[in-house]
């Protein structure tokens, strides 16, 4: 490995990017590989986990990392691109070492050694003599005591550390990896979450908070969203689901058993599961079944200044911001009747004080909630359209449908999850 450092904490290589040779970033760090041997001798790192576009995990070989210095890695180029499946004889540091719960011999005042209890929070690796890297040094840092917010940190050679080569994982808490999950975008934690040990994936959505749980399972194929919304308690799940999107939500509990649903949908707050009703009560694959109830809404004597305010909201996605939509009150779905909307890109040449109803494409007709998906997929193609109104018989407005609620349903059944799972075993 050419001007390599010495050591390397593993916690900081997760997100940096990998690049080729001629500098073309190829994917970024997700985890490293080692193979445990015993709890005197340090495991061997075997290679990293990278993740290529498309969420692709593929296996990085250590023999072809040729420098990870200066917060990024490079490689020969020469990589195997067939998915990553982790080996019975192979641990993953990231996924499966920090947050275990260990013990260390720290130096008292007498100078006499004693073994105190902390939790890994970063893991060193070290290239030997030859030329082998190997896990050497552990980051450990203690419970907080008293007024302290924080534990003492040590860092332990790795023979004298006792509690990393257990086979289970009951002692291993989820803080670190937390940290690590909420630094990244939504799809990529789900990727992680996705590929943890059903122990790991437990204790760490045990730990997630709600709004950041309801964003990742966004993100997972059906059957996880399943899985985890099961293990949940009752008022937990509930609490979940008020907190994704209404359309994601109805999807979700569709595919739970009838009784299930039922209980979880009396438990959200009654505003929540009304617009979660209601999306179940079209038929799937319709506008009105993948529709968002909650659009930009605006009265009538709205300016441009407010509707800039409006999507600045950081929670909407991209597609839900690019329209406002002017209605009658009331302003909640089903609105008064729809006036018309504006395109942001038209409200950005407007002089702020300038009325929205006064620039309104309302020329356009809107979608009714039984329209088919060829049927919004070809009205959005038509006008070039990122998102558009859809509106009950009497104009009211019911919601919006947007190019990524299209997407999610004109893609073949279960494609995030084929999506983690395609490719074959690494050579």
Not at 35 to 57: C, F, K
Not at 383 to 394: G, K, S
Request: proline share 6%; charged share 25%.
């Amino acid at each position: 490995m050419n001007s390599a450092p010495s050591r390397v904490y593993v916690a900081r290589l997760v997100g940096l990017p990998i690049f080729d040779p001629q500098g073309d970033q190829v994917g970024k760090v997700r985890d490293l590989v080692v193979a445990m041997r015993s709890e005197s001798a340090p495991p061997r790192v075997l290679g990293l986990v990278g993740e290529m576009p498309g969420r692709r995990r593929i296996f990085v070989p250590m023999t072809r990392v040729t420098n990870m210095d200066r917060g990024q890695v490079y490689t020969t180029g020469l990589l195997n691109m067939r998915r990553f499946e982790q080996r019975s004889t192979e641990t993953l540091v990231i996924g499966e070492m920090l947050d275990r719960q260990v013990k260390i011999p720290v130096k008292s005042g007498s100078g006499t050694p004693s073994m105190v209890s902390g939790t890994v929070y970063d893991v060193a690796m070290e290239q030997g003599r030859t030329r082998d890297w190997v896990l050497s040094r552990v980051a450990v840092q203690e419970p907080a005591k008293a007024l302290r917010r924080r534990g003492q940190t040590h860092i332990a050679e790795w023979r004298d550390v006792q509690g990393l080569t257990q086979a289970d994982s009951d002692s291993q808490g989820a803080t670190h990896l937390l940290h690590a999950l909420n630094e990244m975008r939504p799809a990529d934690a789900a990727t992680m979450l996705h590929d943890l040990p059903l122990a790991r994936r437990t204790a760490v959505v045990a730990a997630l908070h709600d709004e950041r749980l309801a964003e990742v399972l966004e993100e997972m194929p059906e059957e996880d969203q399943v899985d985890i919304l099961e293990h949940l308690d009752s008022e937990r799940a509930a609490d979940v689901l008020e907190e994704m999107s209404a359309d994601d939500a109805a999807d979700l509990i569709r595919d739970l058993p009838p009784e299930t649903a039922e209980i979880l949908l009396d438990l959200m707050e009654p505003e929540e599961a009304q617009d979660v009703r209601r999306l179940m009560s079209y038929v799937e694959d319709t506008a009105g079944a993948m529709m968002t109830p909650s659009p930009v809404i605006l009265g009538t004597d709205a300016t441009v200044a407010d509707a800039l305010a409006h999507v600045r909201n950081p929670d909407l996605t991209t597609s839900l911001a690019a329209l406002v939509y002017v209605c009658r009150s009331p302003l909640e779905t089903p609105t008064g009747r729809l006036i018309g909307f504006a395109h942001i890109q038209r409200l950005l040449r407007e002089p702020p004080s300038s009325l929205v109803a006064g620039v309104l494409d309302e020329s356009l007709e809107s979608l009714r909630p039984e329209a088919t998906i060829t049927e919004v997929a070809l009205h959005l193609a038509t006008y070039n359209l990122v998102a558009a109104p859809v509106v009950d018989e009497n104009g009211h407005l019911l919601g919006a449908v947007t190019v990524d609620d299209l997407l999610d349903h004109m893609l073949p059944a279960g494609w995030r999850d084929r999506a983690l799972t395609e490719g074959g075993r690494r050579g």
